[in-house]
């Protein structure tokens, strides 16, 4: 059964960069899928923000590309998650999750991690 | 960048019907994936591919993609059907990314 878990700090500091990682459990990273985060602000909506595949092909939320670099790391079975100058407006839950199709796609995410909650605050 | 426009809220009695739609540009062009969402739970698909059910997804749930509307359509609505819903596509455009709709709150009466 495949697992995600998302890990990291809970509070970050407005100008400094959030760091997560979701760590995968019963399925290598190596064999594939676009791996995915998604953010959601308190009462509001889902927003995706980046994808990455095992060989480090990676595609962005256009509109957080300045500010995101996701990564991956085959040898820990996890990826990573950095969002720079963050403000109070990145303040969400993170989810990482995982599409349906092994290809080089991203289509539907049918495997989610539980979220984690990140507060920017000073 | 893609739009996806949806309902904030719809709300239906138990044992009826439910319809939630989708708004996109020409969407029919497009695989559509919905999701469920109830308070302080991570997503769970419920439809993909437009209309395929993941493996465990009640065959009340079902789905349609045509021209500019895809829909959600949830047949004898259950109280525990109550939660957010949200559309999702992919856009293969100039600069490639994941869309989804604003979410629907559907309410069971």
């Known amino acids: 059964q495949v697992q995600l878990q998302e890990s990291g700090p809970g509070l970050v500091k407005p100008s400094e960069t959030l760091s997560l990682t979701c760590g995968v459990s019963?399925?290598?990273?190596?064999?594939?899928?676009?791996w995915g985060w998604i953010r959601q602000p308190p009462g509001k909506g889902l927003e995706w923000i980046g994808s990455?595949?095992?060989?480090?092909?990676?595609y962005y939320n256009p509109s957080l590309k300045s500010r995101v670099t996701i990564s991956v790391d085959t040898s820990k079975n996890q990826f990573s998650l950095k969002l720079s100058s963050v403000t109070a407006a990145d303040t969400a839950v993170y989810y990482c999750?995982?599409?349906?199709?092994?290809?080089?796609?991203?289509?539907?995410?049918?495997?989610w991690g539980q979220g984690t909650m990140v507060t920017v605050s000073s | 960048s893609y739009v996806l426009t949806q309902p904030p809220s719809v709300s239906v009695a138990p044992g009826k019907t439910a319809r939630i739609t989708c708004g996109g540009n020409?969407?029919?062009?497009?695989?559509v994936h919905w999701y469920q969402q109830k308070p302080g739970q991570a997503p769970v698909l419920v439809i993909y591919?437009?209309?395929d059910r993941p493996s465990g997804i009640p065959e009340r749930f079902s789905g349609s993609n045509s021209g500019n509307t895809a829909t959600l359509t949830i047949s004898r609505v259950e109280a525990g059907d109550e939660a957010d819903y949200y559309c999702?596509?992919?856009?293969?455009?100039?600069?490639?990314?994941?869309?989804f709709g604003g979410g629907t709150k559907l309410t069971v009466l």
């Open positions: 999750a995982r599409p349906t199709s092994p290809a080089g796609t991203v289509d539907a995410f049918d495997i």
């Open positions: 019963g399925y290598s990273i190596s064999s594939g899928y676009y």
């Open positions: 990455i595949y095992h060989s480090g092909s990676t």
């Open positions: 020409n969407i029919g062009s497009k695989s």
């Open positions: 591919y437009d209309s």
């Open positions: 999702q596509v992919w856009d293969s455009s100039s600069d490639p990314s994941v869309v």
